[in-house]
C-alpha cells in the first residue's frame, strides 16, 4: 500500500512539473533553383575571374535560412521564468550541416526573465546587427540588406549577455554585450573573437515603427575596428576590412498603411585605426534601402526594394534592384520567388550574395564594372 501512494505522489509531483514548464522543436526547410548571371570564371579555376559566365543549380536558405532548433521555458514563481534556447543551420539540398559554426551556430542560451523587469540571455546569440531584420522589405533573404555589407548586418556573436526590456509607453531596449575572451579586452590573436557590443531603442505604434541602433566588431587578431587585410585587391586573401571590423550606426522605420508596409533604412559603417589599407578597400561605408510590401490577399504578397553601398577609398558604389513575393500555401508552408540585379560602378564588383571582397573566383563576384542578376523560386516549410 505504501508503494502504491509513493508511487502515486511521485507520478503526481511528475505532472505538476510538466505543467509548469515546457520544450518545444521547431525549425524551416527552404530549397528552391536558382539561376544566376556574371558569375566569375578563370581557366585555371584559380586567382583573378578573368571573364563571367552564368549557372543555374539547386539552392536552400535563398529565402530564408534552413534551420532546427529547441527551446524551452520553466515556470519558477513570483512571475520568473527560466529560459533556454538552441538553434542550428543546416543546408536542405545536401542535409550538410553548419560545419566550423558548432551544432547550434545560430543560438545557444539559458537566462531568465521576468514580465516586468524584462530578459537576461547569456550564451551565443545572432549579432545585434541582425536588427535589421525587422526593417528589410526581403527579411534579410540572400539577396537584400546584408549582400552590398558583404554579410556585416547578419554574423552571430558567442559569449554573449544579452538584456530584452519590456515596452513601455511604446518603448523598448535590448543591448548585448560581448566578451572576447582574450587576455586583451579587445582581442588579441588568442581566440577566435574580438569584443563585440551593441543596443537598439524602438518605439512602435499603430501607424509606424522606429528603431535606432549602434553596434561595434572588434578584430579578434588586435582588437581594432578593421578587418586584417593580406592581400591585394585582386588576390584570393584579401581581407575583410570594414566589412567584418568596424562600428555600425543605422536608423530604420517600417510605415503601415492598410495592404501596404514601407519600410526604409539608413546604415553608416565606420572603420577607425586602419593602416596600410589598399587602394580599392574602404573604410567607410553608407548604405541604404527602401521598398513596400503589398499585401494584395490574406496569403499573397508582392515585394519591391532598391538596396545603395557607396564606399570611400575609390571601392566605388553599387546598387541592387529587386521585385519579388511569396504565396502563402498554408499557415506553414509557402511558395516564393525573387527577381534581382546588381549594378556596380567602374570600380565595384558587389555580387547579389553577401560575398567576401576581391576579385578571385572563389569570392562569386562579378567582375568590375559588371553586374549580375539572379532568378530564384523556392518553397518554404516551418514546423
Not at 549602434?214 to 584579401?238: C, F, H, K, M
Not at 562579378?366 to 523560386?377: D, E, I, K, M
Given at each position: 500500500m505504501?508503494?502504491?501512494?509513493l508511487?502515486?505522489?511521485?507520478?503526481?509531483?511528475?505532472?505538476?512539473?510538466?505543467?509548469?514548464?515546457?520544450?518545444t522543436?521547431?525549425?524551416?526547410?527552404?530549397?528552391?533553383?536558382?539561376?544566376?548571371?556574371?558569375v566569375p570564371?578563370n581557366?585555371?579555376?584559380?586567382g583573378a575571374?578573368?571573364?563571367?559566365?552564368?549557372?543555374?543549380r539547386?539552392?536552400s536558405?535563398d529565402?530564408?535560412?534552413s534551420?532546427?532548433?529547441?527551446?524551452?521555458v520553466?515556470?519558477?514563481?513570483g512571475?520568473?521564468?527560466?529560459?533556454?534556447?538552441l538553434e542550428?543551420?543546416?543546408?536542405t539540398?545536401?542535409g550538410?550541416?553548419?560545419?566550423?559554426?558548432?551544432?547550434?551556430?545560430?543560438?545557444?542560451?539559458?537566462?531568465?526573465s521576468?514580465d516586468?523587469?524584462?530578459?537576461?540571455?547569456?550564451?551565443r546569440?545572432l549579432?545585434?546587427?541582425?536588427?535589421?531584420?525587422?526593417?528589410?522589405?526581403?527579411g534579410?533573404?540572400?539577396?537584400?540588406?546584408?549582400s552590398?555589407?558583404?554579410?556585416?548586418?547578419?554574423?552571430?556573436?558567442?559569449n554573449?549577455?544579452?538584456?530584452?526590456?519590456p515596452k513601455?509607453?511604446?518603448?523598448?531596449?535590448?543591448?548585448?554585450?560581448?566578451?572576447?575572451?582574450?587576455?586583451?579586452?579587445?582581442?588579441?590573436?588568442?581566440?577566435?573573437?574580438?569584443?563585440?557590443a551593441?543596443?537598439?531603442?524602438?518605439y512602435?505604434?499603430?501607424?509606424f515603427?522606429?528603431?535606432?541602433?549602434y553596434?561595434?566588431?572588434?578584430?579578434?587578431?588586435?582588437?581594432?575596428?578593421?578587418?586584417?587585410q593580406?592581400g591585394?585587391i585582386?588576390?584570393?586573401?584579401?581581407?575583410?576590412?570594414?566589412?567584418?571590423?568596424?562600428?555600425?550606426y543605422?536608423?530604420?522605420?517600417?510605415?503601415?498603411l492598410g495592404?501596404?508596409?514601407?519600410?526604409?533604412?539608413y546604415?553608416?559603417?565606420?572603420?577607425?585605426?586602419?593602416?596600410?589599407?589598399?587602394?580599392?578597400?574602404?573604410?567607410?561605408?553608407?548604405?541604404?534601402?527602401?521598398?513596400?510590401?503589398?499585401?494584395?490577399?490574406?496569403?499573397a504578397?508582392?515585394?519591391?526594394?532598391?538596396?545603395h553601398?557607396?564606399g570611400?577609398?575609390?571601392?566605388g558604389n553599387?546598387?541592387i534592384?529587386?521585385?519579388?513575393?511569396?504565396?502563402?500555401?498554408?499557415?506553414?508552408t509557402?511558395?516564393?520567388?525573387?527577381?534581382?540585379?546588381?549594378q556596380?560602378?567602374?570600380?565595384?564588383?558587389?555580387?547579389?550574395?553577401?560575398?567576401?571582397?576581391?576579385?578571385?573566383?572563389?569570392?562569386?563576384?562579378?567582375l568590375?564594372?559588371?553586374?549580375?542578376t539572379?532568378?530564384?523560386?523556392?518553397?518554404?516549410?516551418?514546423?
Amino acid at each position: 500500500m505504501k508503494k502504491a501512494l509513493l508511487a502515486a505522489s511521485l507520478l503526481t509531483f511528475g505532472v505538476a512539473a510538466h505543467a509548469q514548464s515546457s520544450v518545444t522543436l521547431y525549425g524551416r526547410l527552404d530549397a528552391g533553383l536558382e539561376y544566376m548571371s556574371g558569375v566569375p570564371t578563370n581557366p585555371s579555376a584559380t586567382g583573378a575571374a578573368t571573364s563571367s559566365s552564368h549557372r543555374f543549380r539547386a539552392e536552400s536558405g535563398d529565402w530564408g535560412t534552413s534551420l532546427w532548433g529547441m527551446k524551452g521555458v520553466e515556470d519558477i514563481g513570483g512571475g520568473n521564468k527560466v529560459l533556454f534556447q538552441l538553434e542550428g543551420s543546416f543546408n536542405t539540398m545536401t542535409g550538410a550541416g553548419p560545419g566550423g559554426g558548432g551544432l547550434f551556430n545560430r543560438w545557444a542560451t539559458v537566462g531568465m526573465s521576468n514580465d516586468q523587469f524584462g530578459t537576461l540571455l547569456l550564451g551565443r546569440e545572432l549579432f545585434i546587427s541582425n536588427g535589421v531584420w525587422d526593417f528589410d522589405p526581403f527579411g534579410q533573404s540572400n539577396w537584400s540588406s546584408a549582400s552590398l555589407v558583404r554579410g556585416r548586418n547578419w554574423p552571430q556573436s558567442s559569449n554573449n549577455v544579452s538584456y530584452q526590456s519590456p515596452k513601455f509607453a511604446g518603448f523598448d531596449f535590448y543591448g548585448q554585450y560581448a566578451l572576447s575572451n582574450a587576455t586583451n579586452w579587445n582581442g588579441n590573436g588568442t581566440t577566435t573573437q574580438g569584443r563585440e557590443a551593441g543596443a537598439q531603442i524602438t518605439y512602435t505604434n499603430a501607424l509606424f515603427q522606429v528603431r535606432g541602433l549602434y553596434d561595434e566588431i572588434r578584430n579578434p587578431a588586435n582588437g581594432s575596428l578593421y578587418g586584417v587585410q593580406t592581400g591585394a585587391i585582386n588576390n584570393a586573401n584579401v581581407g575583410g576590412g570594414v566589412f567584418s571590423a568596424s562600428r555600425e550606426y543605422s536608423a530604420l522605420v517600417n510605415v503601415f498603411l492598410g495592404q501596404f508596409k514601407v519600410q526604409a533604412a539608413y546604415q553608416a559603417i565606420r572603420s577607425s585605426g586602419a593602416t596600410g589599407v589598399l587602394p580599392g578597400q574602404p573604410t567607410t561605408l553608407n548604405h541604404e534601402w527602401g521598398g513596400v510590401t503589398w499585401q494584395a490577399t490574406p496569403a499573397a504578397a508582392l515585394i519591391a526594394a532598391v538596396y545603395h553601398v557607396n564606399g570611400n577609398n575609390g571601392a566605388g558604389n553599387a546598387t541592387i534592384y529587386t521585385v519579388g513575393g511569396s504565396y502563402n500555401l498554408s499557415k506553414r508552408t509557402l511558395l516564393d520567388l525573387q527577381v534581382a540585379t546588381t549594378q556596380n560602378s567602374k570600380s565595384a564588383n558587389y555580387g547579389l550574395n553577401a560575398n567576401n571582397p576581391g576579385t578571385s573566383v572563389g569570392t562569386d563576384n562579378p567582375l568590375p564594372g559588371h553586374s549580375q542578376t539572379g532568378v530564384y523560386a523556392g518553397i518554404q516549410h516551418s514546423f
